[in-house]
């Protein structure tokens, strides 16, 4: 970890402003793969740490406090190396293509979320004799340019079952440009897909639209790893003003966020334990949207702090401001946007 920290310190953190203007560079990957972090929570025979939850996230805050538009590449792929594992744990077999994401050789892709707008907008899956025909445009995939395999989940509409599979960036693979106005850096294009020949050998699992939303219910309503990472960030800039005041903001925030993150990672671990996604979902939300709010208040004192500086593209304020309200909008569902409005509306 501590290695992690100081390639996060000097590497990541000094270059963010520039990442953020001409976009996460095939080196980061590579320095990536020689750090072990394409595949830290594999089986340790794979060559992969095989971190614990508290460690993983640990790492998570440690990347995206540094750089956000690097830590969202990585944050696509990270998940999917953790899913394998289990699987690989609990006896089934994996895809050819799992064991080289298992030993860290490739970067993923993730085109998943579409599935939370079906039946209005999704990826659609057709059976064929050997396999299936993924067939739609993804929303955002981020890193596009750097990942050589998507995870795509698509639905087949009839049964109302999501099919998830590995789909290889090809000629079928086609991307269109998102005008980002925060993490511009990230690569991330819309991308189509033109009926896609997915073999039953690269699909990871099946399961009912129902379940998988029961499922995405813990992903899109807790705060996660990110959210604190960035505050910290944040943070660290304003203990480090000469401005008191900002000193001041900093240190009655530090104590909130520190009891956010507590409140966060407790209510999701036994969302997690419960295996109901809809435990406590509530309480869940709510500290979602409060993290959020946190986030926008901490960057907005940091503009303050900065004066115009801090309205200027060579400044972090600036960068930090638009990092939050990305933030406020990844992973976004209904259920999550009409809490962060409510609590607007008070």
């Known amino acids: 970890m501590s290695r992690i920290a100081d390639y996060a310190d000097t590497i990541l953190r000094p270059a963010a402003l520039l990442t953020d203007r001409e976009g996460v560079r095939a080196e980061r990957i590579a320095d990536f793969a020689q750090l072990g972090l394409l595949n830290h929570v594999a089986p340790e025979q794979f060559g992969g740490a095989a971190l614990n939850r508290d460690c993983d996230r640990r790492l998570h805050e440690i990347l995206s406090g540094a750089c956000l538009n690097t830590y969202l590449v990585w944050a696509q792929h990270a998940p999917i190396v953790g899913r394998l594992a289990k699987t ?77 599979a590995f789909v290889p960036v090809d000629d079928r693979t086609r991307a269109e440009p998102l005008n980002l106005s925060a993490l511009g850096g990230s690569r991330t294009e819309r991308v189509v ?38 505050a910290d960030a944040v943070l660290r800039e304003l203990e480090q003003s000469s401005n008191p005041q900002a000193n001041k903001v900093a240190s009655v925030w530090r104590v909130r966020v520190a009891q956010l993150r507590t409140d966060a990672y407790a209510l999701a671990d036994e969302a997690l334990a419960s295996r109901d996604g809809r435990h406590r979902i509530d309480e869940r939300l709510a500290t979602k949207a409060a993290c959020g709010e946190a986030l926008t208040t901490l960057t907005r004192a940091l503009v303050v702090a900065r004066a115009g500086h801090g309205i200027r593209l060579d400044d972090t304020a600036q960068l930090y401001a638009r990092s939050a309200l990305f933030i406020l909008v990844q992973g976004q569902t209904t259920d999550v946007r009409e809490v962060q409005l409510a609590r607007l509306a008070l």
Not at 195 to 218: C, F, K, M, S, Y
Request: proline share 5%; charged share 15%.
């Open 88 to 164: 690989l744990a609990e006896g089934s077999a994996l895809p050819g293509i799992g064991y080289e994401i298992l030993q860290g050789r490739v970067l993923l892709g993730a085109a998943i979320s579409d599935v939370r707008r079906f039946p209005d907008h999704f990826i659609t899956a057709t059976r064929t004799p050997s396999g299936w025909t993924f067939s739609g445009t993804v929303s955002w995939v981020s890193g596009w340019g750097l990942n050589s395999v998507l995870t795509v989940a698509a639905v087949e509409p009839s049964t109302r079952t999501v099919v998830t």
């Open 193 to 230: 897909l033109d009926d896609v020949a997915v073999p039953d050998g690269n699909v990871i699992g099946t399961q009912p639209l129902a379940d998988w939303r029961n499922e995405d219910i813990g992903t899109a309503g807790d705060a996660r790893a990110h959210h604190f990472g960035l």
